[in-house]
């Protein structure tokens, strides 16, 4: 029983550029979510999904994209990524009580 | 004003001590109130969980939301050298969407 995994643990972008923040969990949960933490403003809910084949936006989804995959996955899509994107990024599931371990983006 | 504030801190206290750690929240709707624990690099963990006001205990942990004052709390009780970590409060109308304030830097020193 892994949790929720995230992959890839960190990555460094160039602006422009777009990339695909995986997360996927084990624990049969309906709902998942993705944060971004930043320092001095806490986690943010960027976009969640309350099953399989839904996706609601939270309080900072413009940028980002979501796919809800399957029951397991859900994952995050940077079109063209921006330095304000930086971040440290978290995928959560079952009403955030669990969270991933996160990635780690620097947008250059 | 943010929806929920909590002192960043650091806090620094010596092993065994109390420590109390607080947030306020500005909408009275809020029904749901989280303490969360993070170690540095990690994911946040659930440490409490309380609906609507009251006491909740776990171990060495108590949360207390006072709804009338809008103000939460995690007690610990005779802190440890593991306690050290980042401690983030949460509130909400459910559990979708939940706010959560900046976090509060603890070190217990041996």
């Known amino acids: 029983n892994a949790g929720v995994t995230q992959t890839p643990k960190f990555q460094v972008l160039k602006t422009g550029q777009s990339m695909t923040l995986q997360c996927a969990q084990d624990?049969?949960?309906?709902?998942m979510y993705w944060y971004r933490q930043d320092p001095g403003m806490g986690l943010r809910l960027i976009y969640y999904?309350?099953?399989?084949?839904?996706?609601d936006k939270g309080e900072v989804p413009n940028g980002y994209n979501v796919s809800r995959l399957n029951k397991r996955e859900f994952s995050l899509r940077l079109e063209s990524a921006a330095p304000s994107q930086t971040s440290v990024y978290f995928c959560?599931?079952?009403?955030?009580?669990?969270f991933g371990p996160g990635t780690r983006l620097t947008v250059l | 004003q943010k929806e929920v504030e909590q002192d960043p801190g650091p806090l620094s206290v010596p092993e065994g001590a109390i420590v109390s750690l607080n947030c306020t929240y500005s909408?009275?709707?809020?029904?749901?109130f989280m303490w969360y624990r993070q170690y540095s690099r990690k994911g946040p963990e659930l440490l409490m969980y309380?609906?609507?006001?009251g006491n909740k205990e776990d171990g060495r942990f108590t949360a207390q939301v006072d709804k009338s004052s809008k103000y939460i709390s995690l007690f610990i009780r005779d802190s440890q050298p593991s306690d050290s970590a980042t401690y983030l409060c949460?509130?909400?109308?459910?559990?979708?969407?939940?706010?959560f304030g900046t976090g509060t830097r603890l070190q217990v020193f041996p």
């Open positions: 624990m049969n949960h309906n709902s």
């Open positions: 999904s309350a099953s399989e084949g839904t996706t």
């Open positions: 959560a599931s079952a009403g955030t009580e669990f």
């Open positions: 949460a509130t909400s109308y459910n559990t979708d969407k939940l706010i």
């Open positions: 909408n009275s709707a809020f029904q749901y």
């Open positions: 309380t609906y609507s006001s």
